[in-house]
């Protein structure tokens, strides 16, 4: 399995009175999938899986994996606790239609480097599927060294990482530059995707692709086969959407455009999120009508 391209971690839609909606998750994983994507992610960051009953997250998971099935593409699950015998049943529990597992580096207890390689190790022992790490300091509390990152790409059952730093720091070029050809880097951040890619990474998992699905991959199939100038005009045209869609904490923005298109039924997220204000909205319309318009 190759992890490569543009994988739309994907909101999950819910209706005004707070109930999954199930309709809109289908036809939003089918448009992004039609619309360019490799795969999609289903309960990433942006799916608020931390507000979502163990059953709600199951039917997310099953819609997905249908539509999934159903084009032959790729379904990212996110998963994992900051316990690791709670992880290890829940991954063991993954649905069958699930490429990988997306696992964040375990949050709030800031374990040591090495008790974080042992996380990951017993869990990749338990998984049906290939681990994608997912490293996220600004979220977990905890920064990984370039060893760290090494360690955990040595482990059987690891085939990629989610690299969400949001810079390109000393251990981003430590890690890349001598990162075993086996596994894939994924940028998890939506302003890093370029750079990241022409450090070595071979795709993206971009949230802002929920709006935009055809410009994202665009921009990544860009930057993984050139040419640069073509890229870099991508880059410089997506940077004041992407900007504005995280404007606010994600995916408040995104859920209020994609309900300002009649694609979902409401911009609703869950507390401790709040909606997007007006004016968030305002510039992310603005800026997805006018994708070219210059950053400020
Ligand atoms: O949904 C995700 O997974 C994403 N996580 C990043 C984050 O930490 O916010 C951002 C990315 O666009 C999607």
């Known amino acids: 399995m190759e992890l490569s391209g543009l994988y739309v971690p994907l909101v999950t839609p819910f209706t005004d009175d707070d109930r999954l909606d199930l309709d809109a998750l289908a036809a939003l994983a089918a448009a992004v999938l039609d619309e360019g994507a490799t795969g999609v992610v289903a309960l990433g960051t942006t799916g608020e899986p931390a507000t979502l009953t163990r059953t709600e997250a199951r039917q997310v998971v099953d819609v997905c994996a249908a539509v999934c099935a159903g084009r032959d593409r790729q379904l990212v699950v996110g998963t994992g606790t900051s316990s690791t015998a709670a992880s290890v049943d829940l991954i063991a529990d993954l649905d069958p239609g699930a490429t990988a597992a997306l696992v964040a580096v375990p949050a709030y207890t800031r374990p040591s ?3 974080v390689v042992e996380h990951f190790r017993h869990l990749a022992a338990a998984s049906p599927v290939p681990l994608v790490v997912y490293n996220v300091p600004y979220r977990t509390g905890l920064s990984l060294t370039a060893h760290t990152l090494h360690r955990l790409a040595d482990l059987p059952g690891v085939a990629g990482f989610k690299h969400t730093v949001g810079s390109i720091d000393d251990t981003t070029v430590a890690f890349l530059s001598a990162l075993r050809p086996d596994v894939s880097v994924l940028a998890g951040d939506d302003l890093y995707i370029g750079p990241l890619i022409s450090l070595g990474a071979r795709g993206a998992i971009t949230a802002s692709a929920n709006v935009s699905p055809r410009a994202y991959a665009e921009l990544v199939s860009a ?4 040419p640069a100038h073509h890229a870099r005009a991508a880059h410089d045209a997506l940077v004041p959407l992407t900007r504005a869609l995280f404007a606010e904490p994600s995916p408040a923005v ?8 009649g694609r979902i039924a409401s911009p609703r997220v869950r507390l401790p999120l709040l909606p997007a204000t007006p004016a968030a909205l ?3 319309l603005a800026y997805r009508d006018a994708p070219s318009a210059p950053l400020r």
Do not use: C, M, P, T
């Open 113 to 115: 480097q090495e008790g």
């Open 223 to 226: 930057w993984r086969h050139g």
């Open 254 to 261: 995104i859920k209020a455009v994609l309900a300002a298109e």
């Open 282 to 284: 305002s510039a992310a």
